[in-house]
């Protein structure tokens, strides 16, 4: 399978403290990745430099074999990089449906696109499509502030899908999730990967990225340590002394 998504010898920075060095990490078409590691080790900063939030001080971002490395979020996103936050970015004041209608215009801007937010036919029914999608179409008419943690979680990945990016990068997704929530979220990653999406996703539920991840990149320390299949990295001697301290690979 080609890269669709890459990062290569990305270092980044904050002040005195290196969150990322040399970091390497390729996202391979139609490939469900998992990006693991402790608390620290720069995954949501590696996810921040994919995505434009943060300008990595040396390396490359490549999207299509296309370096997209100083590109700003909005142009990230236009060329097909949607991501989610590890804490939801939801207008809670509005309707669950009205969310959906607002991330459809995201190409005119915040601002504007909840001026008109009412959206049109055609985006309507894709909308209402998309909450079905993820089992909130019962609850569209409901505000958003209303919705449980896990299910603003749904309603953050709705939002994102309506776009159709060419990959998706989940921050944490099941973090707060009830375990029923997190199998439907699971099911839904399955199906969308089945029809052809590309997903990255970070995660500290070991059960769920091994379960859901064809490939799995571990972090540790801002480094690449180890990338591999989901076997290949529980049965990694240098996971299992970096990762979690000598602990017993049941852990992962």
């Known amino acids: 399978m080609s890269a669709l998504l890459e990062a290569e010898g990305v270092c980044k920075s904050f002040g ?85 209608l607002v991330a459809t215009q995201r190409h005119e801007g915040w601002i504007r696109s909840v001026a008109r937010r009412a959206g049109s036919d055609a985006e309507r029914r894709r909308a209402v499509e998309m909450l079905e999608f993820v089992g909130l179409g019962r609850l569209a008419a409901r505000p958003a502030g209303e919705l449980s943690y896990g299910q603003r979680k749904l309603l953050e990945l709705a939002s994102l899908l309506v776009a159709d990016p060419a990959v998706l990068l989940l921050d944490e997704p099941t973090a707060g999730v009830n375990p029923t929530l997190i199998n439907q979220l699971s099911e839904r990653i399955r199906e969308l990967n089945r029809a052809g999406k590309t997903f990255l996703v970070v995660e500290h539920n070991m059960e769920f990225v091994m379960g859901l991840c064809q490939q799995v990149t571990v972090l540790h320390q801002g480094r690449t340590l180890v990338t591999g299949t989901p076997e290949q990295v529980r049965a990694d001697p240098a996971v299992l002394d970096a990762y979690l301290g000598g602990a017993d690979d049941d852990d992962l």
């Not at 900063?45 to 994919?50: E, G, Q």
């Open 16 to 100: 005195g403290l290196q969150a990322l060095t040399d970091t390497s990490l390729s996202v391979a078409q139609g490939q469900i990745a998992g990006l693991i590691g402790p608390n620290g080790s720069g995954k949501t900063t590696l996810f921040n430099v994919m995505t434009g939030y943060e300008r990595c001080h040396s390396g490359e971002i490549r999207l299509n074999g296309e370096s997209i490395t100083r590109a700003p979020p909005e142009r990230v996103f236009a060329l097909g990089v949607g991501r989610t936050f590890q804490i939801t970015r939801l207008f809670f004041r509005l309707t669950v449906l009205e969310n959906i």
